[in-house]
Every structure is written in C-alpha cells, then in structure tokens.
C-alpha cells in the first residue's frame, strides 16, 4: 500500500517515524508492506530522511498508486475540499482533524459509503486513546445511554496545578505554554471549543444520530479560582472540565462545562495531561478508557492502527458513522437536572439556603471573611435560573459550577 501524509507538523513526523521505524511489524500485521510515497507541506525539510516532499495536493490527488492519505493537517481550510477530492477519487482518508469530523464528518462519511472505501478518526478523539473503534466494534450490542470525559490535556493539566499546586488560572496557564502543552493562543483550549467538537464526535458515533458541535452549550476555564478549587475540596471534590452527554427520549443533551466531581467519581483521580473517557451503556455498565490525549507519538499511533485497519480491509468499507441530524434532537441544555455550587459574596448566617437539601459552607482565613458557598439540591437549569433570581438576588455571585453526582 503506497500512502502519502498531508502536514508534517507534530503528528505527521510521528506517523513517519512509526511507519518507517515498524516496517516489519507492520507487514506482519497488514500482510504487506506500507510505503510513504508523497508528503504535502508548505515547508521544507532537508533534514528529513523522506525525500518525497511536495507543495502540489495535485501530486497525491493525481497520483493512481496513492490508495490511502493520511490528514493530520488540522482546521477545515483545505482539509475539508482536500479530504472530499480524496475520497471522491477513491482514495482511503485517515485523520486525526477532530475540527473537520466534528463539521463535515456526516458527509465525508456518506461519500467513503457510496465509493465503498474509508474514512477512519480514531485520533480525533483522545490522541492516542482507543474510544472510537470500542464504539463502532466492541460496544457495538450496547445501548449506549451516557459518555463524560476529560478530553482536553491542556485544561486538565492547568486544572491539576491549581488544584495541588494552588497556581492561579494564569500561572497554570503560563507553565503549560511553557512546557508545551498549550498553545501560544490557548482559546480553543481554555474555553472548551476543543472538547466541544469531541464530545460531538463521540455523541453522534455513540447515539447514531449527528450532533452539531456549535449547537452544544459550551463554558471554559477561564472563570475558574482557587477560591472555588477550595470549597470544592472542602465538599470532598475537585473540578474538571469535561465533556458530556446523554442519550434521552427523542433525543439528546450535550454539554461542556467546569464540573465538580466528589473524590471517589472515576474521573475526579485523572491529572496532569492524561484524559479519560467514562461510557455507560445498558448492557454492560461502566467503561472507562484512559491515557495520554495528545502528543507525537500517542496521536500518530492512532492514526497509524487506523492505516493498518484499511490495509487489512482496503477493499471493505468499515461500518461506521451516523444518520443526519434532526430538528429538536439535542435537547435544551437547561432541561437537565443537576445539583449547583454558587460562591456568594455576604454573611452565611442570614443566608436563607441553610435547610433541607442544601450545603452552605464557610472557610477560614481573612480572603473568605465575606464569603460562602452553597451547594444546591438538585434541579434543572431552568430552575436554577428561578433560584438565582428570586433568592441569590441580594447576593454578589462570584462563581457558580455544576456538580456531577454519577
């Protein structure tokens, strides 16, 4: 199988050094070699041991040897017209553009289906985590009813210093640039978008129907205080960013959102860049899927068990994907019953929260002398809001989290 790679940047490099380095391993597993034969990027590499470089997407387009591409360029511009002339052309597609499935998946999916070849993502969701091919294969006899996950390596880590470092939002955010782990512009991190377009992926694999990623509520980290990492452990918790959803009747809710999840939650002992996916299903219970999320190597691993599952089934399309979406399938997020924690700026003792089904808590030291938090009963977004009109209305609301009690 002659294969060629667009974009050499982090994953891409490391997608050629598995293949190159693996040659024999990987002809026992396919059954026959795999030769890189094309690379696309802007840039040049003269350093590199490849010399099959090129800035022409019509080289690999053109090119009736290329049975299968590998897309780790990420966005949608060109990707997306570049993944669709591919497989339009009959050209096996792997990627690891969570961007791009998220946004175009249903119809790249659609197209691989009518030209009976594939298009396989399993790097777009958790690096170099298995999660997608244990949806569409293993837990296939499943009724799948809920996915959380921590999906974002770069939240989680800045997350874990403020929690056991008590760095502040800013620092944590300042030591992940400086070790790697966040971009120079962090926002598709920091505010969630990133975990949004996963946690689409994983809805509309799972429940079998698409799930627009802008359509889900999505709310980062950038709110987040080591006041509230605070009462949160007084509580018994810690906060996480995760990504979530739940398969409902006629439907679905989604959502992304800083969460509090009591210590012994199976998600709550994830940390640093690590992430973890929890999937509940019918028939077996609890599933839960761990390890790096990012990285080289991690990443390009994934997307190099996906080549390898083409080459063994390269003239086999893959069962996999989802029907299009529907009006009023994802439900209104504020239908969705939690319970809340609201830090509040004022005197505990004339709070009118102190009576059955509430926590009202108070730390010591001078920065909490005004101060305290209460932890709701459970109730619907909708009621919540009710809530905080009626009785937080003569209060300074200085943050506000869900909790996640499952």
């Excluded at 780790?72 to 993944?83: H, R």
């Excluded at 553009?97 to 777009?124: M, Q």
């Excluded at 002992?269 to 609890?286: R, T, Y």
């Excluded at 063994?312 to 893959?318: A, Q, S």
Aim: proline residues 2%; negative net charge.
């Amino acid at each position: 199988m002659k294969i060629a790679i667009m974009g050499y940047g982090v994953v891409g490099s490391g997608v050629g050094e598995i293949i190159s380095s693996s040659q024999e391993s990987l002809k026992k597993r396919c059954g026959e070699e795999i030769e890189i034969v094309s690379i696309l990027d802007l840039r040049d590499f003269p350093d590199s041991s490849f010399k099959c470089f090129t800035k022409d997407f019509n080289d690999i387009l053109s090119n009736d040897e290329i049975g299968l591409v590998v897309e780790v360029m990420g966005g949608t511009k060109p990707a997306y017209e570049f993944t669709k002339q591919l497989l339009l052309a009959g050209k096996h597609v792997v990627t690891s553009n969570k961007e791009l499935v998220a946004k175009h998946g249903t119809e790249l999916l659609k197209i691989a289906r009518e030209k009976n070849i594939n298009y396989l993502f399993e790097a777009s969701v958790g690096g170099g985590i298995p999660i997608i091919r244990p949806l569409y294969s293993s837990l296939v006899s499943n009724e799948l009813t809920d996915i959380i996950g921590i999906l974002n390596g770069t939240t989680n880590y800045i997350l874990t210093q403020m929690i056991k470092e008590g760095a502040s939002f800013e620092e944590a955010l300042a030591g992940a640039q400086a070790n790697g782990y966040a971009e120079k512009d962090p926002t598709a991190d920091v505010e969630g978008y990133d975990t949004c377009r996963k946690i689409a992926i994983l809805t509309s694999l799972a429940f079998g129907k698409y799930v627009n990623s802008e359509d889900i509520e999505t709310e980062g980290i950038t709110s987040i205080t080591l006041e509230d990492v605070e009462y949160a452990a007084e509580f018994g918790g810690v906060i996480k960013l995760v990504g979530m959803s739940k398969r409902v009747e006629n439907g679905a809710f989604a959502r992304v959102c800083p969460v509090i999840l009591k210590k012994d939650h199976p998600l709550a002992g994830i940390d640093d860049v690590f992430n973890g996916i929890l999937v509940k299903g019918e028939a077996l219970g609890d599933v839960m899927f761990y390890g790096r999320g990012a990285g080289s190597l991690p990443t390009a691993s994934a997307v190099v068990s996906d080549v390898i599952d083409i080459v063994k089934h390269k003239d086999t399309h893959i069962i996999l994907g989802w029907t299009d979406g529907e009006e009023g399938y994802l439900k209104d997020p504020d239908e969705q019953s939690f319970r809340y924690y609201v830090r509040l700026c004022g005197s505990s003792d004339s709070a009118s929260m102190c009576r059955e089904g509430f926590n009202v808590i108070t730390l010591d030291g001078e920065k909490y002398a005004n101060e305290f938090a209460v932890f709701t009963p459970e109730m619907t977004g909708k009621e919540f809001n009710e809530f905080k009109r009626t009785e937080l209305a003569g209060y300074d609301i200085r943050g506000c989290i869900r909790l996640v009690t499952e």
